[in-house]
């Protein structure tokens, strides 16, 4: 079956830059998203990426995308406390309609 | 700007008791989703409606059923609830069928607690 990894944790300290790696299986996935999820909270969209895109960057935020090693990444610029959570890659799976499949998720923490 | 309603927040139940818990999409969004997030665990997809139809069906259980309506809200309805059930329910919805990719928007969850 469809299936999505990330590493469980991340720890690095404030002002530097997190890189969260993700890899997924179905090659014909044409979106993927990043999701970040605070404790008790819901799933905040975060970004996502067209799979004819390489890179895509919004303000702190840059995911580049491997098609061929079907390797995902997010890269947080400047990182902050705020920035403390869990952070899932998820592909979508099933055309239009199609439903996401979810990575097991990333726990990020930021130290002062 | 509107987002998905999901309610109750909480709700607590006894085993074997039944629970309905709803979603209210963001309008004019004609998909929905519901996913199962058990403690420490990814979001596990259930079922998806598109246009008040089933789309697809995921991991869920033979004791659980949901439907859309004609307003587009959808219902998950539990019966014969398991201490295994308790987890965070999310709802997400999304626009499907134009160019653009629109991503899928979730609510806050339902949380619940079976005892």
């Known amino acids: 079956g469809e299936d999505v990894e990330q590493s469980l944790f991340l720890s690095v300290r404030e002002g530097d830059s997190s890189v969260i790696n993700c890899t997924y299986t179905d090659s014909s996935s044409t979106y993927l998203y990043w999701y970040k999820q605070e404790p008790g909270a819901g799933l905040q969209l975060l970004t996502y990426?067209?799979?004819?895109?390489d890179m895509k960057q919004d303000q702190r935020l840059t995911v580049l995308l491997n098609k061929k090693d079907k390797h995902l990444s997010l890269r947080i610029a400047d990182t902050q406390t705020g920035d403390s959570a869990i952070y899932f890659c998820?592909?979508?799976?099933?055309?239009?309609?199609?439903?996401?499949?979810f990575g097991k998720g990333t726990k990020l923490s930021v130290k002062p | 700007a509107a987002g998905v309603i999901q309610s109750p927040r909480h709700l607590i139940k006894e085993k074997r008791e039944t629970a309905t818990l709803k979603c209210y999409p963001i309008p004019r969004h004609d998909t929905v989703y519901w996913y199962q997030q058990g403690p420490g665990q990814d979001p596990q997809f259930l079922i998806s409606?598109?246009?008040?139809?089933?789309?697809d069906k995921g991991s869920i259980p033979d004791r659980f059923s949901a439907q859309q309506f004609s307003d587009y809200h959808s219902e998950l309805n539990m019966s014969s609830l398991e201490l295994g059930d308790s987890a965070l329910y999310f709802c997400?919805?999304?626009?499907?069928?134009?160019?653009?990719?629109?991503?899928?928007?979730f609510g806050s969850g339902t949380r619940l607690t079976v005892v």
């Open positions: 998820a592909e979508r799976y099933g055309g239009s309609q199609g439903n996401l499949i």
């Open positions: 990426i067209f799979s004819n895109m």
């Open positions: 997400a919805s999304r626009k499907t069928g134009t160019s653009y990719n629109y991503g899928y928007t």
């Open positions: 409606f598109y246009e008040k139809m089933q789309s």
